[in-house]
C-alpha cells in the first residue's frame, strides 16, 4: 500500500496513479520513494506487460514540491545529494523499466511533471493541458529532467523552454514531440491510451524489453562499427528465442501468437 499512489493491475496493464491531488501531484520525498518502489514491483511482476501513468485531480504534476525542495536544501550535504539522487533514480526506473509506460495527461504538468512525461515511452495529453520547464524562475535548474526532455524534444526546444520558463501548449507539446497525441477530454485520453494499450498487449513482452534495450543503445549515437556489430548481436541473439520463434511461425501458420490472451 502506498500514501501518495494509487495501483492497480488489469488484463497485463499496471496503472500508477499519482494521488497527490491536492498538491497538485507534486513530488515531495515520500513520493519519489514510493515511485521507485512501484516501478521496481511493476517490472518484476510477469502480469504487468505494459504500464501505464496516470494522475488524479486537476493537475498531471506540479513538478517537484517546493516545500520539499526548499526543505533538503537545508540538510546536510550527504542527505541533500541523497535526496536529489532519489529525483534522478525515480526517473531512470520509469524511463529504463523492462516495459513499455504510457503518460495519461490530464492537467498542467510542469518541471518534473514534464520529466516524468518526457521518461514515459509514449505520451497523450488533453488539448487543453499546459506544460512549462519553470525551474530557472524558482532560481533552480531543471537538472534530474534534463537527460529525458533533452530526448523527448531536442536540445534546440531544451533551449528555449528551459530557459524562458514560459508556459506552452498541449499542440505545441504535440509539434515539439513532447507528447505524441492530443486529445479532446479525458473520456478521449482513455480511449486514446487504450488504443496504445491495445497495439503494445499484442506485442511479444520479451520483444519489447528488447526494443526499449536496443533503443537505449543506440538513440545519439554515431553510426559506429561499434553500434553496426552491437545490433547484428542483437537480432542475432533474439531471432533464437522461444518468443521469437513462436512470433515468427504465427505469422507464417495464420494464427495469433501465444502471448495474445484468448488465444
Ligand atoms: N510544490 C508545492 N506545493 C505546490 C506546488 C509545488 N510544485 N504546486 C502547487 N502547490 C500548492 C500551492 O502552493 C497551493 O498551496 P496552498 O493551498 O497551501 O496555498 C496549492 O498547491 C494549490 O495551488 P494553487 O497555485 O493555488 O492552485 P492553482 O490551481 O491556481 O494552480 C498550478 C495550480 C499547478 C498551476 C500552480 O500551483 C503552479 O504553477 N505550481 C507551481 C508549479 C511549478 O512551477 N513546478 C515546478 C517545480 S520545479
Not at 7 to 12: P, S
Not at 24 to 32: E, G, L, V, W
Request: charged residues 25%; proline residues 3%.
Amino acid at each position: 500500500m502506498y500514501g501518495n499512489l494509487i495501483t492497480e493491475v488489469d488484463r497485463g496493464v499496471g496503472i500508477v496513479t499519482l494521488n497527490r491531488a491536492d498538491r497538485h501531484n507534486a513530488f515531495d520525498d515520500q513520493t519519489i520513494v514510493e515511485l521507485i518502489d512501484v516501478m521496481g514491483a511493476m517490472d518484476a511482476n510477469p502480469d504487468v506487460r505494459v504500464v501505464v501513468l496516470s494522475s488524479t485531480g486537476k493537475s498531471f504534476s506540479a513538478g517537484a514540491d517546493l516545500n520539499w525542495m526548499k526543505r533538503a536544501a537545508g540538510q546536510g550535504e550527504e542527505e541533500n545529494l541523497r535526496d536529489a539522487r532519489n529525483l534522478a533514480e525515480m526517473l531512470r526506473r520509469i524511463a529504463q523499466l523492462s516495459k513499455p509506460t504510457v503518460a495519461r495527461v490530464q492537467g498542467p504538468a510542469y518541471g518534473g511533471g514534464v520529466g516524468v512525461v518526457a521518461a514515459c515511452d509514449i505520451a497523450i495529453a488533453t488539448f487543453d493541458t499546459q506544460f512549462a520547464l519553470t525551474e530557472v524562475k524558482l532560481g533552480i535548474i531543471p537538472s534530474a529532467i534534463s537527460p529525458h526532455v533533452i530526448a523527448a524534444i531536442g536540445e534546440r526546444y531544451a533551449r528555449r523552454y528551459m530557459l524562458t520558463a514560459e508556459r506552452f501548449s498541449a499542440a505545441e507539446a504535440y509539434r515539439i514531440g513532447l507528447v505524441h497525441e492530443m486529445v479532446a477530454d479525458e473520456g478521449a485520453l482513455d480511449d486514446a491510451v487504450g488504443v496504445i494499450v491495445d497495439s503494445l498487449l499484442k506485442n511479444g513482452p520479451r520483444a519489447l524489453a528488447a526494443c526499449k534495450s536496443l533503443i537505449g543503445a543506440v538513440a545519439g549515437r554515431p553510426l559506429s562499427a561499434e553500434i553496426i556489430e552491437d545490433t547484428a548481436q542483437r537480432i542475432a541473439r533474439i531471432r533464437g528465442t522461444e518468443e521469437a520463434q513462436e512470433g515468427m511461425a504465427s505469422f507464417l501458420e495464420k494464427r495469433k501468437p501465444n502471448w495474445i490472451a484468448g488465444n
